[in-house]
């Protein structure tokens, strides 16, 4: 089992910036591919970013591309987002997850928190 809590959410104006932490415990850390998605209201769970195990390679969603960055920590067992040039558009709740592959599919993600608002006001 892999144990993950999210923070750092809260209120943020238009073009501000947040960053989210989501520190993880139980199995090693690093074994673990670490995701970020979000749900909105109303709308469907949807990949944000992903880091590799190593913290090598990352990956973005086309909606967040350039203005937000994923980063880890595996000394810490830490994941990062850091979140640039917020857009109303991007508030909804926003969750870790742990997966053994590098993926954008949330059904292919073991383990998740259980969640930090974003809301981002116009």
């Known amino acids: 089992q892999v144990q993950l809590v999210e923070s750092g959410g809260g209120l943020v104006q238009a073009g501000g910036s947040l960053r989210l932490s989501c520190a993880a415990s139980?199995?090693?850390?690093?074994?673990?591919?670490m995701g970020w998605f979000r749900q909105a209201p109303g709308k469907e769970r949807e990949f944000v970013a992903a880091?590799?195990?190593?913290?090598?390679?990352?990956q973005f969603a086309d909606s967040v591309e350039g203005r937000f960055t994923i980063s880890r920590d595996n000394a810490k067992n830490t994941v990062y987002l850091q979140m640039n040039s917020l857009k109303p558009e991007d508030t909804a709740v926003y969750y870790c997850?742990?997966?053994?592959?590098?993926?954008?599919?949330?059904?292919?993600?073991?383990?998740w928190g259980q969640g930090t608002h974003i809301t981002v006001s116009s």
């Open positions: 997850a742990a997966s053994k592959i590098l993926s954008t599919i949330a059904p292919e993600y073991d383990y």
């Open positions: 139980g199995r090693t850390f690093s074994n673990y591919v």
């Open positions: 880091i590799s195990r190593s913290g090598g390679i990352t």
